[in-house]
């Protein structure tokens, strides 16, 4: 691997005239705002085609078990994608994930007409595979471009715009069957309108640059590694799990996906009519961009030292969840699985409709918060493309394991009630250990962050991000 700079020292100076635009195509802002473009048309629109609760579907079980297939292949793919990224570089990788989701939306609009549950569960499985290479290029993007005092910042701009698209997502299923109060399933036109989305996703992927050809504002390459190999790889994402810091990010990485089954199936769709559940994951996603905003605001400006300002992200997050969770446990013991709940909650009923509604939203806004400030804390062990896009794949894979367990914990029938002290557990036992990894590993000095070795100097950066604008510069990936 071709690494420039000054071997004693490991680092690279900067020679530049000035402050570079943020509004250029190889900025970190611009590259940042383009995955998460890439993000809210294919995870986004697959974020809205599962939060209304069984696919879509009356019976959650083809959902679930399609589930079960995405996130056991995720968690193998999820690991291995920071290794993928590395030596496909960005633009492979994304589209060979964001193809996946295309095919995943399209085999509910098969079951539809056929009831078969064969071709979900297959394009589940290829779209944990597709999964695992798309988030863990999008980690590794949105957590080693920024400036690393920024990250928190970075985090919740990307957050907000893939959010989004759970929005716009949730308005699909709302509008198209908003006349359809006692339909069963959502129309051939709501799986069509995801799909129309996440092909443009794909398309937009195709303007991701390598890391390599991205230039900071201060004029700092992001990574000077063009390329890495199959063994290189191999060795380093086996490190992985020998890796302490990883081993307490475990608990965090498992809770974060683990809480989806029980809030789309046991909440949204055991509650709701289905055009209601359509309007509440507009307000769902919507919570997770004011949250995000939220929470990375203190984790980037609340406190000058950045431990102290992790430290406190992590006990406002703790606090918060603690309340939302509560309230959780309050509702639930209203109604259990074995309820057959024949008149289901419309938007329109007023006072019944508005609790629950609220506790649905508030589920949206902790879920933004607690990911956001796991990935602020990922952000801030390292500051290095090849370094970070490891450690995001390794916390995907196993927030994956989650994931694949939950659906099909929920798919035999475990008790809401269980379900809920499930949830509420793991994210508890995660605050502490997050708390022990910012305190021991995060440093106030940038200087002493893994990967600085490895930004590069530039003879001219100004006239490098002319180049780099024009597709001059790097590995066409």
Not at 50 to 57: I, L
Not at 160 to 177: A, D, E, R, T
Request: proline share 3%.
């Amino acid at each position: 691997m071709d690494v420039q700079g000054d071997e004693e020292t490991g680092k690279g100076s900067v020679q530049s005239s000035g402050k570079l635009s943020s509004l250029r195509l190889n900025s970190p802002l611009m590259q940042v705002g383009l995955i998460g473009l890439v993000c809210f048309c294919c995870p986004g629109m697959f974020n809205a085609l599962s939060g209304m609760g069984g696919g879509g579907q009356v019976d959650p079980t083809a959902a679930n078990n399609a589930n079960t297939a995405l996130y056991t292949t995720f968690t193998v793919f999820g690991i291995l994608g920071g290794g993928i990224y590395n030596i496909l570089g960005p633009r492979a990788t994304l589209v060979c994930g964001c193809s996946t989701y295309i095919l995943y939306a399209g085999s509910f609009l098969y079951y539809n007409h056929y009831q078969h549950q064969a071709f979900a569960i297959t394009a589940g499985a290829f779209l944990g595979i597709g999964a695992g290479l798309l988030w863990a290029a999008q980690g590794a993007i949105m957590t080693s471009y920024p400036p690393h005092d920024r990250k928190g910042t970075y985090i919740s701009v990307f957050w907000s715009i893939f959010n989004m698209g759970g929005v716009i997502g949730g308005l699909i299923p709302f509008i198209l069957n908003y006349h359809r109060k006692e339909a069963t399933s959502v129309n051939d036109g709501t799986y069509i309108g995801f799909m129309a989305f996440m092909t443009v996703g794909t398309i937009i992927s195709q303007a991701i640059m390598h890391p390599s050809r991205v230039i900071r504002d201060d004029g700092t390459r992001c990574t000077n590694i063009m390329y890495s190999s199959v063994c290189v790889e191999i060795v380093e994402v086996l490190k992985l799990f020998r890796n302490w810091k990883m081993r307490l990010l475990v608990p965090a990485s498992l809770a974060s996906n683990f809480f989806y089954s029980y809030q789309f199936n046991n909440v949204n769709a055991a509650l709701f009519n289905l055009r209601t559940r359509g309007l509440n994951n507009v307000f769902y996603w919507g919570a997770q961009m004011i949250g995000s905003v939220f929470i990375g605001y203190i984790m980037d400006f609340s406190f000058k030292s950045r431990r102290m300002r992790g430290l406190v992200g992590i006990g406002v997050v703790g606090l918060l969840g603690t309340a939302i969770w509560g309230g959780g446990l309050a509702k639930q013991l209203d109604y259990s699985r074995h309820d057959e709940l024949k008149i289901k909650l419309d938007f329109k009923d007023g006072s019944d409709f508005a609790g629950p509604f609220v506790l649905y939203f508030s589920y949206g806004l902790l879920d933004a918060m607690f990911q956001s400030m796991v990935y602020w804390v990922i952000g801030a062990l390292a500051d290095d493309s090849e370094i970070l896009s490891r450690y995001n794949g390794f916390y995907k894979g196993v927030q994956s394991a989650g994931g694949a367990v939950a659906w099909q914990v929920d798919a035999n029938g475990m008790p809401f009630l269980n379900q809920l002290i499930v949830n509420w557990v793991l994210t508890t036992i995660s605050y502490p250990l997050l708390a022990v990894l910012v305190f021991l590993a995060v440093k106030d000095d940038n200087k002493a962050e893994e990967g600085t070795s490895k930004e590069l100097a530039l003879p001219s950066a100004i006239h490098a991000s002319t180049d780099d604008a024009n597709g001059g510069l790097g590995k066409p990936t």
